[in-house]
């Protein structure tokens, strides 16, 4: 399997659990609806321990824009391999987030909150405060971009001829473990995306899916969850190499 493909289908399972949760737990007549926050956060963090667990030996299993782009920063990665991963990252959260509104499609139809249903594609503020939401996102970034870092050794690249290193060299529990720890302790604010790919991809599917009484793009927050992550990452990639 290439990195891009490992890419690909590893981002796809991470939000169709990902976002399969938050459909089970907020759509009208699930099984599982107001299950809450602890299911949310144990379902997103075991997602990733499933993409991480299928990309880890093929990528490193980046799953996320702002990995990839800290592996640039530190030169464990060129820009056109990180460009493939990222056109890789974003195709499979649309193509998960799609698989989600096929297999919940009963459930949206009974459910009449338009916020709900743009909840399982991608998060919103609690209060909207749009520093203090950008802030969010950057220290949630900045603690799993930091965790990846001492978990690797700052080794999160792939090449051909060599042994694959990364995340899958480790396992993927420690990370499952820190994004878990994350959504306890930081998501509260945010709905902690601290993946560009996972919030702006199915964001952009919910856009375009035939969904009834749906709630807009929402542009004017859009953009905090995707740069929020990229600052977060650098300012990781900063603390690391100067401890380095």
């Known amino acids: 399997m290439t990195p891009f493909i490992a890419e690909l289908l590893g981002t796809l399972i991470l939000i169709l659990l990902g976002g399969g949760v938050v459909a089970n737990v907020l759509l009208?007549?699930?099984n599982g609806n107001n299950g809450g926050w602890i299911v949310i956060t144990t379902g997103w963090a075991l997602a990733v321990f499933t993409g991480v667990v299928i990309a880890g030996p093929y990528s490193g299993a980046h799953l996320n824009p702002a990995v990839t782009l800290a592996m640039v920063i530190t030169g464990s990665?060129?820009?056109s391999d990180a460009l493939l991963y990222v056109l890789a990252q974003f195709i499979g959260a649309m193509s998960g987030s799609f698989l989600v509104w096929l297999m919940y499609k009963d459930h949206f139809e009974q459910t009449d909150n338009a916020g709900l249903k743009q909840a399982v594609f991608c998060t919103s503020?609690?209060?909207?405060?749009?520093?203090i939401n950008l802030i969010g996102e950057i220290l949630g970034t900045f603690v799993l971009i930091l965790a990846?870092?001492?978990f690797t050794d700052g080794e999160i690249s792939i090449e051909q001829t060599k042994t694959p290193v990364g995340l899958g060299s480790i396992g993927a529990i420690p990370?499952?473990?820190?994004?878990?720890?994350i959504g306890l302790s930081l998501g509260g604010t945010t709905g902690y995306a601290i993946n560009p790919a996972r919030d702006l991809?199915?964001?952009?599917?919910?856009?375009l899916l035939p969904i009834k009484n749906k709630a807009g793009f929402n542009l004017s927050y859009a953009?905090?969850?995707v740069i929020g992550p990229l600052i977060g990452a650098s300012i990781a990639?900063?603390?690391?190499?100067?401890?380095?």
């Open 28 to 30: 009208k007549g699930t």
């Open 77 to 79: 990665l060129s820009y």
């Open 125 to 131: 503020p609690a209060i909207r405060n749009l520093p």
């Open 148 to 150: 990846v870092f001492f």
């Open 175 to 181: 990370v499952a473990f820190v994004v878990w720890v």
């Open 201 to 207: 991809g199915p964001r952009i599917m919910h856009a």
């Open 223 to 225: 953009w905090v969850p």
């Open 237 to 244: 990639c900063f603390i690391y190499l100067l401890l380095s």
